[in-house]
Nanobody, 122 residues
């Protein structure tokens, strides 16, 4: 079992930055691809970004490319999502998740955190 806890969310204004963290416990995340997903009010959960075990492969959803950066520190069992130039359309609950193998499809993720809210005001 892997327990995931997200933090770092909070109200920001458009154009500002936030860094989300996801701390894992129970097992090392070094054998899992780690992803972030988000769910906006009234919408389906959508893929944001994923990072491979060693951090050598990354994929981002088109709406966040060039603004969001995903990284991981396996020694700290933590992944980070740096979000810059935030837009009101980034408003959502952000979820951290773990998968084997590398995947962009949320259905392939076995473990999920409870989420952290990121409201972006215009």
């Amino acid at each position: 079992q892997v327990q995931l806890v997200e933090s770092g969310g909070g109200l920001v204004q458009a154009g500002e930055s936030l860094r989300l963290s996801c701390v894992a416990s129970g097992r090392t995340i070094s054998t899992y691809a780690m992803g972030w997903f988000r769910q906006a009010p009234g919408k389906e959960r959508e893929f944001v970004a994923v990072i491979s075990l060693a951090g050598t492969r990354l994929d981002y959803a088109d709406p966040v490319k060039g603004r969001f950066t995903l990284s991981r520190d396996n020694a700290k069992n933590t992944v980070y999502l740096q979000m810059n130039s935030l837009k009101p359309e980034d408003t959502a609950i952000y979820y951290c998740a773990a998968a084997r193998p590398y995947a962009l499809d949320s259905r392939l993720y076995s473990y999920w955190g409870q989420g952290t809210q990121v409201p972006v005001s215009s």
